[in-house]
């Protein structure tokens, strides 16, 4: 079983559509959960974070956390063209010796319609 | 906002030669590097941490010889990829954790022909 589960999509919406971007991971180790934005052959770009279960917004963007069922979320709300691009979760947890441990999920792709 | 300068962002190199790909932090000090890996539809697969004035730790699998990683300073780390083979085309990506995440590189396309 993968560590980080996340379906590669593609996803493709309409315009103004609500997006909702998942994963799932099995360590429960895992302490700071993030988003990544990746367009086309660029480095990802760090959009949401996130430490322990709970909701966090930011403009249009909310990340949830459910750490008890160990799946988490982005919502993107009022979805536009611009926001077509690949997802990245990302998670991290401690490790001994003081370094972290950090996993991505594979992505998945968005494409909003105009 | 804290940027890393990744260069260069496409290379395209005959086989057995070797490339460096740069990664520059241009408004903070990068003590840690992480250089990664992604096939397409891949995850980003770590390759390997370099640390300033130390020798880089790499992940298991990864052919230390074959990608040699400097961090001479605190701003500039370096991967280089020496006797490319095609099988090593792929997307390299550094990134330079932050309070909060880390910040990536945009990137470097390698293409060995």
């Known amino acids: 079983q993968k560590e980080v589960e996340q379906d590669p999509g593609p996803l493709s919406v309409p315009e103004g559509a609500i997006v909702s971007l998942n994963c799932t991971y099995s360590n429960s180790a895992f302490q700071y959960f993030m988003w990544y934005r990746q367009y086309s052959r660029k480095g990802p770009e760090l959009l949401m974070y996130t430490y322990s279960s709970g909701n966090k917004e930011d403009g249009r963007f909310t990340a949830q956390v459910d750490k008890s069922s160990k799946y988490i979320s982005l919502f993107i709300r009022d979805s536009q063209p611009s926001d077509s691009a690949t997802y990245l979760c990302?998670?991290?947890?401690?490790?001994?010796?003081?370094?972290?441990?950090?996993?991505f999920g594979t992505g998945t792709r968005l494409k909003v319609l105009a | 906002g804290a940027v890393v300068s990744q260069h260069p962002s496409r290379v395209i190199c005959k086989s057995g030669t070797s490339v460096k790909i740069e990664c520059r932090s241009l408004d903070f000090q990068a003590t840690t590097m992480f250089w990664y890996r992604q096939f397409p539809k891949k995850s980003l697969m770590l390759m390997a941490t370099?640390?300033?004035?130390?020798?880089?730790?790499?992940e298991q699998g990864v052919e230390k010889d074959k990608f040699l990683i400097n961090h001479a300073s605190l701003t500039l780390s370096t991967l280089t990829v020496t006797s490319a083979h095609p099988e090593d085309s792929s997307f390299y990506i550094c990134s330079a954790p932050r309070m909060y995440g880390y910040t990536f590189g945009s990137g470097t396309r390698l293409t060995v022909v």
């Open positions: 990302a998670m991290s947890a401690e490790r001994s010796g003081g370094t972290y441990k950090y996993i």
């Open positions: 370099s640390n300033e004035g130390s020798k880089a730790t790499y």
